[in-house]
């Protein structure tokens, strides 16, 4: 992503704005998104996190220099992961699953309300050009054109703000461990895989996890970065739509 943002199109000055943007949105989405960890396992009764200090929003509990650094440069990375206990839960199977979840849909509200607050600027900027609001003026206007009524750069802030949280929520739910999808998927299919199957997949995830990574960087193919931009796109047009109707 680092490089990608380097090569685009642009002045210096628009590619430094962009990386800073960038920087800003990963540190702000990864810090909200290991909170969510930490506050909702003091909901359901441990306080693991929360005596550790990582029950906050200051980033500098979050962040893990590696995952940040290869977030960075391939575009998918990691925080520190927050640190339970699930024997204090009151109810251990809802409680895990809550918690595990709880970061994947802090993002998922951060990419619903960034996407909302494109589309505004995307029928305001339509509405001042005396363009319709529709399906192909929305697409060619967020993703072909800069704007001109409404400041580039807050299109291009909350633009990462929608995609890189879409990126996040998608990415944490593949069951591969120590992602969140892993712990779901443990509690969901564990008894029927069996604990040989769980302990191996546990064994082995971050080493699939980062071949996946490294593969998808080299070839060039993006199964995952294919199903986050129909995700963000088609929910950006959506609520466009919609506003449209409205005003």
């Not at 990386?19 to 960890?37: N, P, Q, R, T, W």
């Not at 699930?86 to 979840?101: A, I, P, Q, T």
Request: charged share 10%.
């Amino acid at each position: 992503m680092l490089f990608t943002i380097l090569r685009g199109d642009g002045d210096l000055m628009t590619k430094i704005t962009e990386l800073v943007f960038y920087i800003i949105v990963i540190v702000v989405s990864f810090s909200f998104h290991e909170f969510a960890h930490a506050f909702t396992a003091h909901l359901m009764g441990d306080d693991t996190a929360r005596n550790m200090g990582r029950m906050t929003l200051n980033p500098l509990a979050h962040i893990d220099p590696i995952g940040f650094v290869v977030l960075l440069v391939a575009g998918f990375g990691w925080a520190k992961p927050v640190p339970v206990n699930s024997r204090n839960y009151r109810n251990y199977r809802k409680g895990e699953f809550l918690v595990s979840f709880a970061g994947i849909f802090t993002n998922l509200i951060i990419m619903l309300v960034s996407a909302l607050i494109l589309a505004f600027l995307a029928v305001c900027e339509l509405k001042a050009r005396g363009f319709a609001v529709t399906h192909e003026s929305i697409t060619f206007l967020v993703f072909r054109v800069v704007p001109e009524a409404v400041p580039q750069q807050l299109f291009t802030l909350f633009y990462f703000f929608c995609f890189i949280n879409a990126g996040l929520a998608v990415f944490n739910l593949i069951p591969i461990f120590p992602l969140d999808g892993s712990h779901i998927f443990d509690l969901l299919f564990g008894k029927l895989l069996g604990p040989k199957v769980i302990m191996w997949m546990h064994r082995y995830g971050a080493f699939i996890l980062m071949g996946l990574i490294l593969v998808s960087n080299f070839s060039g193919f993006s199964p995952l970065g294919i199903v986050i931009q129909f995700i963000g796109k088609s929910v950006i047009k959506l609520f466009a739509l919609i506003l449209g109707a409205i005003f």
